[in-house]
C-alpha cells in the first residue's frame, strides 16, 4: 500500500464499516473470499464436518457440508506454520490432531486439539517436519507420522511416539504419504522421497516396493481400494501408478499429460471402483474404466491440494485448490461452485485504492491464478482484474487520478485499459537538447560590406540557439510514483521524472539551474520513494544517499540531515505535510520539521510491517508480534488483542474516531477491526509502555 494515499484509504473504510457489527476487538473478513488450501479433513461421523489447514497455521471449519467456513484456531504459535494434514479422531468428533512443519528452523511437530479446533497443545515430534499424519482404521489407538528422519508410532490418545523405522536409513527417510492397511495396522505403506516402501510386522521388519515405478519417484499419496486392499494406488512425481498385489509390482496409469504428472492426491470412487480422481498440479483428472482412459474435468491452471469424496453422496466432490479457494461438485466433475463464504486466506502483497472513489480498492495477491481483484464497493463484493497478469512481474501499482497503474519488474509504466480490460505499456520520456547553430555567410574579400544586404542564413546567426527534443518509451525501473493533479512525479533508476499530461510524456524535473541537492534528486541517481502535496508545492525524494526535500515546486531543495538513513529507509510515512515517519526494517525515526532533521521513534518492537497514523492514533503492524496502537503518538504502546492481534500485516489503515483498523495480511486477506483503546480492550506489552525518546 502506497503510504500517500491514506487519507482516501481511511474514507472509504469508514464507509465500509459503517453500519457494520462490530463489537470490541472484533474482526471482519472483507476478502476476496476463497486462497490457499493446504490440506483438508474429515469428521468419518459426520459427514457435513470439514476441516482446511493453511499455510499459516489457520484452522477453517464447516459444519455444513462446506457452504460456510469459519476461523476457528490456530495451530502453535508460529505465523510460519504449516499444516500438512488434519485428522478427526475416529473415536471422539471434538479431539483433532495436526501434522505440521515450518518454514523457518526449529519448528513443526504434530499437534493436538480438544475443542474441535480452537486450541492446540503440542502431542509430540516437536521441531519435526511432520509430512504425513494418518489414524488406522482397524485400531483407532494407533496413530503414525512420517517425519523427514523416519516413521513413528502413537498409541492411545497421541503424545508419546517410537520409532519404528531404523534410525539413519540411508533410504528410509524423508516420508511423504502413509497408510496403514485398513485390515492390519501392521502393515504399511510408506511413500518417500525415493519410492515406497511397506512392513508387515509392524515397523521390525521394512521391504522396498518399487517394481514397476519409475526410478527416484516421490510418492505423494497412497490409498487402497476399499472393496479389495490388495489393490493399492500411489501418486508420484513420475505419474499414478496401482498394483494389484500389495506393492509388489506396480502399473503405471497412462492417458496424463507429462505437465499434469505431479499427482498429488489420489482418491478410488467409493460408489464406483472403476472411477478414480487424480488431483494434479494441472487439474483435476478422471477416469471412469480404470485408468485406460483419462479427461480433465477442470481448469488447467487448479492445483488441487485437498481431495475429499463421500460415499453417503454419491456424485459429490469437494476440492481444495491452492490459490484459489473450496469448490464443489454434485455431478461427479461435470460442473464445479466456488463455495467460500467465510473462507478467506488470501496473500496481500499490496493494496491501494482510487482517490477520486475511495470505494474503489485494488489487491494484489501472491499464489493466486488471478493476481489481480477490484472492488467497487469498498470491499463487499471483489472481481479479478486483468486475467493473465503475474503478480511477479508487477513492482507496484498505484492508483492514480485517472485510474489504475502499474510499474513492471521488467520496467517502465503499465497503465490498465478497462475497454480491453488489459494493462498497456504506456509513457514516453522526453529529452532536450540544443539544436546545431547554423553558421553565417561571410562577405566574399573585396565586396562592400556597407551595403551588403542580410542573407536569411546571415539573420539565422544573430539568433539564438535552438532547442530540440528527442524521445524514447520510458524503460528504467520505475520505483514510485506521487501525484498532484496535473504535476505527477516518478521516482526510477535515471533519477526523478515529472509529467504534466497525465503519464504520456516524461522529462527531468528543473532546468538545471537548481542547487546542488536538487540536480542530485533529479538527475541520475535511482529514487526509490517520492511523495508530493496536493497543491504540488512540497516534494520529498528519496535516494540510497539523501532526502531532498522542495517546499517550492522544485526550484529550491534541502537535503535531512545525517540522523536519517536514506539506504535503510524502507518506506516514508506522511503525517501531514510537517511531520514524516522514516521506517527502516528494524526501527524508525521522525521528522517534525517536513523531513529536515530527525530523531528515533518509540516504537514497542524494532520489526516492523507498516504504521497508519490518522490524527493522535497511531497503529503499528510488526513481523512477530501482531498489532500495537498509540493514542499519543507513540509515546505509549498497547498490544491489539483478539483473534488475529498476533497476525503478520503489511498493510494497515485507520480512522480516529471509531477506531478503525484496515489490515491486508501476507496470508489472510483483508481485515476489518474496531478496537477501541483503552485497559478493557488492549493488554499493554511488558516494557513497551514508556515516553517516546528524546
Known amino acids: 500500500?502506497?503510504?500517500?494515499?491514506?487519507?482516501?484509504?481511511?474514507?472509504?473504510?469508514?464507509?465500509?464499516?459503517?453500519?457494520?457489527?462490530?463489537?470490541?476487538?472484533?474482526?471482519?473478513?472483507?476478502?476476496?473470499?476463497?486462497?490457499?488450501?493446504?490440506?483438508?479433513?474429515?469428521?468419518?461421523?459426520?459427514?457435513?464436518?470439514?476441516?482446511?489447514?493453511t499455510v499459516d497455521g489457520h484452522i477453517f471449519a464447516s459444519k455444513d457440508a462446506g457452504a460456510h467456513w469459519k476461523l476457528i484456531g490456530r495451530v502453535g504459535d508460529r505465523a510460519d506454520t504449516v499444516v500438512m494434514a488434519i485428522i478427526v479422531d475416529r473415536r471422539e468428533s471434538r479431539r483433532l490432531f495436526a501434522a505440521t512443519r515450518t518454514l523457518g528452523e526449529g519448528g513443526g511437530g504434530v499437534f493436538r486439539s480438544d475443542d474441535g479446533g480452537a486450541t492446540w497443545k503440542s502431542a509430540g515430534l516437536a521441531g519435526q517436519t511432520v509430512r504425513a499424519l494418518v489414524q488406522a482404521e482397524s485400531d483407532p489407538t494407533l496413530f503414525f507420522a512420517g517425519t523427514l528422519d523416519g516413521v513413528y508410532r502413537s498409541h492411545g490418545d497421541v503424545g508419546l511416539w517410537e520409532r519404528i523405522s531404523p534410525a539413519n536409513h540411508a533410504d528410509l527417510r524423508n516420508f511423504d504419504s502413509l497408510a496403514p492397511d485398513p485390515r492390519d495396522p501392521n502393515v504399511l505403506y510408506a511413500g518417500t522421497y525415493h519410492l515406497p516402501w511397506k512392513t508387515t510386522d509392524g515397523g521390525q521388519h521394512w521391504q522396498s516396493v518399487p517394481t514397476g515405478m519409475v526410478d527416484d519417484s516421490d510418492v505423494m499419496s497412497i490409498t487402497f481400494d476399499p472393496a479389495n486392499p490388495d489393490r493399492v494406488y500411489s501418486s508420484a512425481c513420475s505419474g499414478i501408478y496401482h498394483s494389484d498385489n500389495g506393492g509388489a509390482h506396480w502399473s503405471k496409469y497412462g492417458g496424463i499429460p507429462f505437465l499434469s504428472r505431479r499427482t498429488q492426491i489420489i482418491r478410488q470412487d467409493p460408489a464406483n471402483p472403476?472411477?478414480?480422481?487424480?488431483?494434479?498440479?494441472?487439474?483435476?483428472?478422471?477416469?471412469?474404466?480404470?485408468?485406460?482412459?483419462?479427461?480433465?474435468?477442470?481448469?488447467?491452471?487448479?492445483?488441487?491440494?485437498?481431495?475429499?469424496?463421500?460415499?453417503?453422496?454419491?456424485?459429490?466432490?469437494?476440492?481444495?485448490?491452492?490459490?484459489?479457494?473450496?469448490?464443489?461438485?454434485?455431478?461427479?466433475?461435470?460442473?464445479?461452485?466456488?463455495?467460500?463464504?467465510?473462507?478467506?486466506?488470501?496473500?496481500?502483497?499490496?493494496?491501494?485504492?482510487?482517490?477520486?472513489?475511495?470505494?474503489?480498492?485494488?489487491?494484489?495477491?501472491?499464489?493466486?491464478?488471478?493476481?489481480?481483484?477490484?472492488?467497487?464497493?469498498?470491499?463487499?463484493?471483489?472481481t479479478a482484474?486483468?486475467?493473465?497478469?503475474?503478480?511477479?512481474?508487477?513492482?507496484?501499482?498505484?492508483?492514480?487520478?485517472?485510474?489504475?497503474?502499474?510499474?513492471?519488474?521488467?520496467?517502465?509504466?503499465?497503465?490498465?485499459?478497462?475497454?480491453?480490460?488489459?494493462?498497456?505499456?504506456?509513457?514516453?520520456?522526453?529529452?532536450?537538447?540544443?539544436?546545431?547553430?547554423?553558421?553565417?555567410?561571410?562577405a566574399k574579400p573585396g565586396a562592400k560590406s556597407s551595403s551588403a544586404k542580410a542573407?536569411?542564413?546571415?539573420?539565422?546567426?544573430?539568433a539564438s540557439a535552438k532547442v530540440a527534443t528527442s524521445s524514447h518509451p520510458l524503460r528504467s525501473q520505475v520505483y514510485d510514483l506521487a501525484f498532484s493533479g496535473n504535476l505527477w512525479l516518478a521516482g526510477t533508476s535515471e533519477g526523478l521524472l515529472a509529467s504534466r499530461d497525465h503519464g504520456?510524456?516524461?522529462?527531468?524535473?528543473?532546468?538545471?539551474?537548481?542547487?546542488?541537492?536538487?540536480?542530485?534528486?533529479?538527475?541520475?541517481?535511482?529514487?526509490?520513494?517520492?511523495?508530493?502535496?496536493?497543491?504540488?508545492?512540497?516534494?520529498?525524494?528519496?535516494?540510497?544517499?539523501?532526502?531532498?526535500?522542495?517546499?517550492?515546486?522544485?526550484?529550491?531543495?534541502?537535503?535531512?540531515?545525517?540522523?536519517?538513513?536514506?539506504?535503510?529507509?524502507?518506506?516514508?510515512?506522511?503525517?501531514?505535510?510537517?511531520?514524516?515517519?522514516?521506517?527502516?526494517?528494524s526501527g524508525g525515526t521522525i521528522s517534525r520539521d517536513s523531513g529536515l532533521t530527525w530523531r528515533p521513534l518509540n516504537l514497542p518492537d524494532a520489526q516492523v510491517e507498516d504504521l497508519a497514523v490518522e490524527g493522535d492514533e497511531w497503529i503499528l503492524s510488526t513481523r512477530q508480534h501482531?498489532?500495537?496502537?498509540?493514542?499519543?503518538?507513540?509515546?505509549?504502546?498497547?498490544?491489539?488483542?483478539?483473534?488475529?492481534?498476533?497476525?503478520?500485516?503489511?498493510?494497515?489503515?485507520?480512522?480516529?474516531?471509531?477506531?478503525?483498523?484496515?489490515?491486508?495480511?501476507?496470508?489472510?486477506?483483508?481485515?476489518?477491526?474496531?478496537?477501541?483503546?483503552?485497559?478493557?480492550?488492549a493488554s499493554t506489552k511488558p516494557g513497551l509502555e514508556r515516553e517516546q525518546q528524546k
Open 1 to 53: 500500500m502506497r503510504v500517500l494515499l491514506r487519507s482516501a484509504l481511511i474514507a472509504s473504510f469508514i464507509l465500509i464499516l459503517n453500519g457494520l457489527p462490530l463489537s470490541a476487538q472484533d474482526w471482519q473478513e472483507m476478502g476476496p473470499s476463497g486462497g490457499d488450501v493446504r490440506t483438508m479433513g474429515t469428521d468419518s461421523r459426520d459427514p457435513d464436518a470439514f476441516y482446511i489447514g
Open 274 to 382: 472403476a472411477t478414480v480422481y487424480a488431483g494434479t498440479t494441472d487439474g483435476l483428472w478422471k477416469t471412469t474404466n480404470s485408468g485406460a482412459t483419462w479427461s480433465r474435468v477442470t481448469a488447467p491452471n487448479w492445483t488441487i491440494s485437498g481431495l475429499i469424496l463421500d460415499s453417503r453422496r454419491p456424485g459429490r466432490i469437494v476440492l481444495g485448490v491452492e490459490g484459489q479457494g473450496v469448490y464443489i461438485s454434485h455431478d461427479s466433475g461435470s460442473t464445479f461452485t466456488a463455495t467460500n463464504e467465510g473462507f478467506t486466506h488470501r496473500q496481500v502483497r499490496e493494496l491501494v485504492i482510487d482517490p477520486k472513489q475511495p470505494a474503489r480498492m485494488l489487491l494484489v495477491l501472491t499464489n493466486s491464478v488471478d493476481p489481480i481483484f477490484a472492488s467497487s464497493d469498498g470491499g463487499r463484493t471483489w
Open 385 to 442: 482484474l486483468g486475467h493473465g497478469t503475474s503478480a511477479q512481474t508487477l513492482r507496484h501499482v498505484f492508483a492514480a487520478p485517472d485510474g489504475w497503474w502499474a510499474t513492471p519488474q521488467s520496467g517502465g509504466l503499465q497503465h490498465f485499459d478497462a475497454a480491453r480490460g488489459s494493462w498497456v505499456q504506456t509513457g514516453t520520456v522526453v529529452t532536450k537538447v540544443a539544436a546545431p547553430v547554423a553558421r553565417s555567410t561571410k
Open 455 to 462: 542573407t536569411p542564413a546571415t539573420a539565422n546567426s544573430t
Open 504 to 585: 504520456t510524456t516524461w522529462s527531468e524535473l528543473g532546468s538545471g539551474s537548481a542547487t546542488s541537492a536538487a540536480s542530485r534528486a533529479s538527475g541520475k541517481e535511482a529514487i526509490h520513494e517520492v511523495r508530493i502535496s496536493a497543491d504540488g508545492t512540497s516534494m520529498w525524494v528519496l535516494s540510497d544517499t539523501r532526502l531532498a526535500i522542495s517546499r517550492d515546486g522544485g526550484v529550491n531543495w534541502a537535503t535531512a540531515d545525517a540522523t536519517l538513513r536514506p539506504r535503510e529507509t524502507a518506506r516514508l510515512v506522511m503525517v501531514g505535510e510537517s511531520t514524516v515517519i522514516a521506517l527502516y526494517n
Open 626 to 681: 501482531g498489532l500495537f496502537v498509540s493514542a499519543d503518538q507513540a509515546k505509549t504502546w498497547r498490544h491489539l488483542s483478539g483473534q488475529l492481534g498476533e497476525g503478520s500485516f503489511t498493510s494497515l489503515a485507520a480512522e480516529t474516531s471509531p477506531r478503525l483498523v484496515l489490515a491486508a495480511s501476507p496470508t489472510d486477506g483483508l481485515f476489518a477491526v474496531r478496537a477501541p483503546i483503552g485497559a478493557s480492550s
